[in-house]
């Protein structure tokens, strides 16, 4: 047992030393710029940050807090774009795209360790605005109601969900995670208003497209059929009302009376 107790302290020792630390995960839009920042609040004497893209990969950035360095960017993805905090040795991506996305890591070599922190970076393609469009409507003789098909659209999208609101309410969503396709939501829909919308979203962003009714045409003798459920509420809701009201007065005229007949 205490074998493997001072087994356990070692590897604890190994972890503090040679530190590894677990992805951080970030999501940047693309044209938005990031940093990365290694917690480290001012560099020692003898300290130097080397910044590799991709696990074991080719040095991207150097600092050893007086001096910055960028190597030669052989695929020129890099040019321009980085720049170093030589005080704290964090890195900053600037007019990013998505061909940067990858596994950036930035190692402290000093005297005693080198501790590793890695970013796991994905950087997203700006979200297009859905596109809705009125397939068909159907109207028929024989019915008080009229209904129209709907399709939401997005194209070149990836890692988004596409969805169909009314109001705050959702009635409906897709999701796709393969690279660049077009996605398309369908809905019918037979009272037309501006609540319905259509959404396509990221986790940390979206576009919204509202739908205009006049996409529908409404059949020409329901053209306030949308409206009649609402108005029917309304009227049964003012009924109770009288009914109630009537209810009470009335209760309180047999009241009055039967105290007068007492006295």
């Known amino acids: 047992m205490k074998m493997f107790y001072f087994f356990v302290f070692c590897c604890l020792c190994c972890c503090r030393l040679v530190g590894v630390f677990g992805d951080e995960l970030k999501s940047v839009m693309e044209g938005e ?9 001012e560099l020692q004497r ?31 993805r890099f040019r321009d774009r980085l720049e170093l905090d030589q005080k704290t040795g964090s890195l900053t991506i600037t007019n990013t795209s998505t061909e940067l996305s990858g596994v950036y890591e930035a190692e402290i070599s000093r005297s ?3 501790p590793k922190h890695r970013f796991n970076v994905t950087f997203y393609a700006r979200l297009p605005i859905p596109v809705i469009i009125s397939k068909f409507s159907n109207c028929s003789s024989s019915s ?3 209904s129209c098909s709907l399709l939401c659209s997005v194209v070149n999208v990836s890692h988004v969900t596409l969805s169909w609101f009314k109001g705050n309410s959702l009635l409906s969503n897709f999701s796709m995670s393969d690279l660049s396709i077009s996605l398309s939501l369908p809905l019918e829909i037979e009272c037309l208003d501006d609540s319905y ?6 986790s940390f962003s979206n576009q919204t497209s509202h739908l205009n009714t006049e996409l529908c045409q409404t059949c020409p003798d329901c053209a306030f059929c949308c409206h009649v459920s609402e108005a029917v509420i309304r009227l049964v809701v003012s009924a109770l009302v009288g009914v109630a009201a009537a209810c009470i007065v009335t209760y309180d ?9 007492r006295a």
């Open 33 to 41: 710029s990031v940093t990365l920042q290694i917690n480290v609040t």
């Open 46 to 76: 003898d300290d130097e940050i080397l910044w590799t893209f991709g696990t074991k990969g080719p040095l991207i950035a150097k600092t050893n807090g007086v001096n910055n360095y960028f190597p030669d960017d052989l695929d020129g």
């Open 112 to 114: 005693n360790s080198s």
């Open 144 to 146: 008080s109601s009229s």
């Open 197 to 202: 919308s259509c959404v396509v979203a990221y």
């Open 253 to 261: 005229i047999t009241s009055r009376k039967v105290d007068q007949d």
